[in-house]
């Protein structure tokens, strides 16, 4: 059973525009969360994370927001560059606990 | 600093025959991971090493899967014999330190089991 999932397999958005991933999450006990993303024929690359203390981080272009209370969380992108085109995937897992949890990973495509 | 490699990048083989993946870590990571992605699936979990000890390997699919960490530094996944649900890309990862730290991904080898 998927504890972490990612509804949306891709995400379609102009340059220099917003754009948003979501993730949804079911296991009350994860309290790290972790956004990777894959380039083709590449491994995932950390992106950004965020702890169940916080519910945003910031880096750069990168926010993730927390809702701990609907268990979702969104990384949003912005101003999104044609770089930004890659597979996103969403990461959980618990204090102490050394497996990471994905979902299946979002699809994004910014359009020059 | 070079990254986490794995070889072969892609490897074909026979149902009902062996194949070994191998995974170097970052110099220094004590901690190596081994994750699997089927075709359009969520990426999961297979084990965890700390050294060469296993520390986890509740993901592990079956008894036909083998992985090793002599002397802890590198790694291997062996399956023996594959079949048709091992196809998909094997991920190897490596940290510092257990627990929430961030993993460095490999670039995975892709196996295709016909």
């Known amino acids: 059973d998927q504890q972490v999932k990612q509804n949306s397999p891709s995400l379609s958005v102009q340059e220099g525009r917003i754009s948003i991933l979501n993730c949804d999450y079911t296991n009350s006990m994860f309290d790290y969360f972790l956004w990777y993303k894959k380039y083709p024929a590449e491994g995932p690359t950390f992106l950004i994370s965020?702890?169940?203390?916080?519910d945003k981080n910031e880096d750069g272009r990168f926010t993730v927001f927390l809702n701990k209370s609907a268990k979702h969380l969104s990384l949003h992108i912005v101003p999104s560059q044609p770089g930004d085109s890659a597979v996103y995937f969403c990461?959980?897992?618990?204090?102490?606990?050394?497996?990471?949890?994905f979902g299946t990973g979002t699809r994004l495509t910014v359009i020059p | 600093e070079a990254g986490v490699t794995q070889f072969p990048s892609h490897s074909v083989i026979e149902k009902g025959q062996t194949v070994t993946l191998r995974c170097d870590p970052i110099s220094g990571h004590d901690n190596l991971y081994w994750y699997r992605r089927v075709m359009g699936k969520e990426i999961k979990f297979l084990l965890h090493f700390v050294k060469e000890s296993k520390q986890d390997e509740s993901g592990m699919p079956n008894n036909r899967f083998l992985a090793e960490r002599t002397g802890g530094t590198y790694s291997t996944l062996k399956v023996q014999p594959a079949e048709l649900e091992d196809s998909g890309v094997y991920f190897c990862?490596?940290?510092?330190?257990?627990?929430?730290?961030?993993?460095?991904f490999g670039p995975g080898t892709r196996l295709t089991v016909l």
């Open positions: 990461a959980a897992t618990k204090t102490g606990a050394n497996n990471l949890f």
């Open positions: 990862a490596s940290s510092r330190w257990t627990g929430a730290d961030t993993q460095y």
């Open positions: 965020i702890s169940s203390i916080k």
